[in-house]
């Protein structure tokens, strides 16, 4: 038998003020967008903002159902949404802001599990990481150079 050992690395923002000014701009987003998120079930709201290499900002907010699978995170509403507008373009950058209307959140809130491996499809699909930024309603940011460091054993096509 042998150990293997898996590191991953973040990155702690104080504040939005700390980080760059383009991805103050899409936390800033990320969170406006998550007021838009249909959540009566579980009153927990989630923003997402995603960086083009094209320039443009897409966004998504969690949307509920009533037959829980049926719904989807907001990690997801981009990202989809994204493929299908600008299926030629690159993700660079992801910032993720989430809240709860019963508690306070001041923990970084990572992307879900099947988030994460909907994140690792794009990521392996356009060859180039993608920088995720999270937070909750307040408090610090943390930035992950890559989908990897959330997920280091992925599960791709590869394996098909």
């Given at each position: ?9 973040f990155?702690?923002?104080d504040?939005l003020?700390?980080?760059p ?28 903002a ?5 320039g ?15 719904g989807l995170?907001?990690?997801?509403v ?7 507008i600008?299926?030629e ?20 809130i990572p992307?879900?599990?099947s988030?994460?491996?909907s ?9 180039v990481?993608?920088e ?8 610090v ?20």
């Open positions: 038998m042998k150990d293997i050992i898996i590191t991953t690395q990155s702690v923002f504040s003020k700390e980080l000014t383009d991805v103050q701009n899409l936390m800033e987003q990320a969170v406006a967008i998550r007021k838009n998120a249909y959540a009566p079930y579980s009153k927990f709201r989630v923003g997402a995603l960086l083009l290499d094209n443009k900002i897409v966004l998504g907010s969690n949307q509920e159902n009533a037959a829980y699978p049926s995170c907001a990690e997801r981009a990202l989809f949404h994204s493929g299908a600008y299926p373009a690159k993700i660079l950058k992801m910032a993720i802001s989430a809240t709860s209307d019963t508690n306070k959140t001041t923990s970084p992307p879900c599990g988030c994460r491996q994140i690792a499809e794009y990521e392996i699909k356009q060859e990481p993608i995720i930024y999270f937070m909750g309603e307040e408090g940011i943390y930035k992950s150079a890559s989908l990897k460091n959330l997920l280091p054993f992925m599960f791709d096509k590869k394996f098909l």
